[in-house]
């Protein structure tokens, strides 16, 4: 039956034909354990650190502020606007070559802005060199009483903290407006 040296039925076989099959799969999962191992350490690598900023290069040193000029004398006369309205007492302007006007006003003053507001109230007399005027078809000769008056100029002043003796404003008239009287109301 069986030939010494068989192993056909000792149950050697078995064994022989188990060690090839355990060292397979031996391989197997030795070579799986390495592919998990190995995944790993081909995934994707850490981002690179950037490199740091170069330093900055110094700014140039600015250059030195001039010195503030020194503060202009305040106490110096200087000019505002001046306007004031009202009705005529009186007056009487040339015509000038050029088309303006020349003469005085006498006017009592309803209406005035900051500069003349000392005027408000009170019957003051203008003077006008050269002023341009709107008379309204008016005779600059006899200029009728009443009429409404509205004039423009400017007036030398000082500052608030200067000292004013000594010092006596300028008013200057540049415009006139004389307006006939409105008709009295029935």
Request: with cysteine; proline share 12%.
């Amino acid at each position: 039956m069986t030939a010494p040296g068989d192993n056909v039925g000792n149950g050697s076989t078995n064994v022989q034909l188990g060690k090839g099959k355990l060292v397979k799969k031996l391989a197997l999962i030795a070579a799986f354990v390495l592919a998990i191992v190995a995944v790993p350490a081909q995934a994707k690598p850490p981002k690179p650190v950037p490199p740091a900023h170069p330093a900055h290069p110094a700014h140039p040193a600015h250059p030195a502020k001039p010195a503030p000029p020194p503060p202009a004398n305040r106490c110096t006369p200087h000019t505002q606007s001046y306007r004031v309205a009202g009705t005529l007492d009186s007056g009487a302007l040339t015509a000038g070559a050029n088309g303006t006007y020349s003469g005085t006003l006498t006017v009592f003053v309803k209406d005035a802005n900051h500069a003349a507001k000392a005027d408000k109230g009170m019957h003051k007399t203008y003077s006008l060199a050269n002023a341009k005027a709107n008379l309204h078809h008016a005779n600059a000769a006899a200029l009728a009483a009443g009429s409404r008056v509205s004039l423009e100029g400017t007036i030398t002043t000082l500052a608030k903290n200067c000292t004013q003796t000594g010092f006596t404003p300028t008013i200057t008239i540049q415009k006139a407006d004389v307006k006939p009287p409105k008709p009295p109301h029935h």
